[in-house]
């Protein structure tokens, strides 16, 4: 699975909630069809390219096939928490502190860090809109509430609930796994075949796609 080469150079994304894989589910014998799956789906719009940048990108773009060539591609932008506290996630590690089981979308457990915090406080804070992902399988999900982090420099007690959208697609175990917050790699796989770009009198490319999470 290949990386896509530069994804700094993108500062505009609509990102859709898309859940739309249908299959049969058994139900003690009753067979019925349902939605399976939420993915992601992200159209992206490139900065301004000169042709040196364009020709780093387009290339790598043209040999995936929509259907079944499936690549990561890291959200370009900071997230919710970094604007707000001006605390740069990345190279810092967090890890769950106690098990998460599938199935559910909030957690009684915090997020622990082997970094101090912010301010000293001992408590950083992730905000509804960040997204999250986990180093034991390559689903995204989204924080859906306002959530403490135990630091390093954190003391005393306390507790708070991890809300997670979707429900956890795979059971979290309470050690060994690694969770990042920011800029997380999406595991996508182009929506067509079909690529196109704009160019001008300028000289300069403008580069747009359309990806959905594939896991």
């Known amino acids: 699975m290949g990386a896509f080469p530069d994804s700094s150079l993108f500062n ?20 019925y069809t349902s939605f399976l799956k939420q993915r992601w789906g992200l159209d992206v719009s490139s900065v301004p390219l000169t042709t040196t940048q364009y020709q780093s990108l387009y ?14 591609f890291q959200f370009p932008l900071n997230p919710h928490g970094t604007k707000r506290e001006s605390f740069d996630y990345s190279g810092k590690t967090f890890y769950p502190d106690g098990a998460m089981t599938k199935g ?16 000293g406080s001992g408590i950083m804070f992730v905000y509804p809109g960040d997204f999250i992902t986990f180093s034991n399988h390559t689903k995204v999900y989204k924080i859906t509430a306002t959530h403490g982090i135990h630091m390093n420099d954190h003391s005393g007690g306390g507790s708070t609930t991890l809300g997670l959208y979707p429900a ?4 979290i175990p309470a050690t060994g796994v690694t969770a990042t917050i920011y800029r997380p790699n999406f595991t996508v796989r182009l929506v067509s075949d079909v690529q196109s770009f704009e160019t001008d009198t300028t000289g300069y490319f403008k580069l747009k796609f359309n990806i959905v999470e594939d896991y």
């Open 104 to 119: 559910s979308a909030s957690y009684s457990t915090f997020l622990a860090s082997d970094n101090n915090s912010p301010d």
């Open 59 to 72: 290339p790598f773009l043209i040999k995936q096939n929509g259907s079944s060539g499936v690549f990561t």
């Open 12 to 31: 505009l994304l609509k990102i859709s909630d898309q859940i739309d894989d249908i299959g049969n589910i058994d139900d003690s014998g009753k067979t």
């Open 168 to 171: 956890l697609v795979e059971d």
